[in-house]
């Protein structure tokens, strides 16, 4: 310790704590999260989410998706969103081929009034509120 450093000995500073990260981040590049939003309308929900839960118990273990959220829509009957959180594109696309992904999405299609929508979207910021 220097008498125009305050710091204890030992501590690093916010400087070299900053290159620290900074050096960790460029060896590993940070992977980008991904979320999948399938818009959907249906008159046979029940139906649509006992397909759902089939396709969990098939899928346990060998999914990539992480948290799942179905939403309806209070404006439009019958219309919901399925928000699907996947660590990453790539695990999100594996999800996808997965054979009992496929079988899902047939069955889904049969059970909707008119196709789904999907919109594929990288996780650029995330906040806490």
């Known amino acids: 310790m220097t008498s125009k450093d305050p710091r204890p000995s030992g501590k690093p500073s916010s400087t070299s704590s900053v290159r620290h ?6 060896e590993r590049p940070p992977t980008m999260r991904f979320i999948q939003i399938i818009e959907f309308t249906t008159s046979r929900i029940d139906e649509l989410n006992t397909a759902l839960d089939e396709w969990l118990v098939q899928t346990q273990g060998k999914r ?5 959220t179905q939403t ?3 404006d439009r009957a019958h219309t919901y969103l399925q928000i ?3 660590p ?15 079988e899902f999405a ?3 299609a049969k059970l909707c009034d008119e196709p789904p929508s999907f ?9 806490q509120m």
């Open 21 to 26: 990260r900074a050096a960790v981040n460029q």
């Open 64 to 68: 990539a998706a992480t948290r799942g």
């Open 84 to 86: 699907v959180e996947f």
């Open 88 to 102: 990453s594109y790539e695990e999100a696309k594996a999800n996808s081929d997965l054979p009992e992904t496929g």
């Open 106 to 108: 047939a069955r889904l």
């Open 119 to 127: 919109r594929n979207l990288d996780v650029t910021r995330e906040d």
């Open 72 to 74: 309806r829509d209070r």
